[in-house]
T-cell receptor, first 112, second 114 residues
């Protein structure tokens, strides 16, 4: 049972435009949500997080939106840059000491 | 501050053998988690150790085991290797203090089972 879903395996966006990556979850007990970025031959790197008490968190070009009623979150990247081309993983955890569950990832390609 | 270090980077083993992977967390981090990444499956959680105790466990068979030492370094062992165990194994550490602390990943060990 996949508790964290990323239904788009890949996404292509023109440089300078907005990239929107989506994530759905099934476990209503999740309290923390995170996004990670992964380049080939490297481990995932933490990008941005949001707790369930918020509906938006912003860090520079990256903004995460959380819709708890829909069990949906999204990552917006504005403006998109070629260096943003990577696999993006959505992840969630019930508590600060619980395991972190990852989605299958979305491969983003930003075209110059 | 040095990042998470995993050794070796690449490993080739034969079916039936066993393997041990090593992970050195970021200094001061007390929690170490292990994940398996295979194409199309994302990162599958194996287990997490905190202060030398297994605190969380995923849904992997008993052939997969781990341990953590007093200096927070961790090892993962897979016995009786199967072809399906070929994957990238990622280790991540976190400070696990009060409040949520994100995971910091190493670059992984690529295991190939032939």
């Amino acid at each position: 049972d996949q508790q964290v879903k990323q239904n788009s395996p890949s996404l292509s966006v023109q440089e300078g435009r907005i990239s929107i990556l989506n994530c759905d979850y099934t476990n209503s007990m999740f309290d923390y949500f995170l996004w990670y970025k992964k380049y080939p031959a490297e481990g995932p790197t933490f990008l941005i997080s949001i707790s369930s008490i918020k509906d938006k968190n912003e860090d520079g070009r990256f903004t995460v939106f959380l819709n708890k009623s829909a069990k949906h979150l999204s990552l917006h990247i504005v403006p998109s840059q070629p260096g943003d081309s990577a696999v993006y993983f959505c992840a969630a955890s019930e508590t600060s000491y619980d395991k972190v569950i990852f989605g299958p990832g979305t491969s983003l390609s930003v075209i110059p | 501050k040095a990042g998470v270090t995993q050794t070796p980077r690449y490993l080739i083993k034969t079916r039936g053998q066993q393997v041990t992977l090593s992970c050195s967390p970021i200094s001061g981090h007390r929690s170490v988690s292990w994940y398996q990444q295979t194409p199309g499956q994302g990162l599958q959680f194996l287990f997490e150790y905190f202060s030398e105790t297994q605190r969380n466990k995923g849904n992997f068979p008993g052939r997969f085991s781990g341990r953590q030492f007093s200096n927070s370094r961790s090892e993962m062992n897979v016995s009786t290797l199967e072809l399906g165990d070929s994957a990238l194994y990622l280790c991540a550490s976190s400070s696990a203090g009060t409040g949520f602390s994100p995971l910091h990943f190493g670059n992984g060990t690529r295991l190939t089972v032939t």
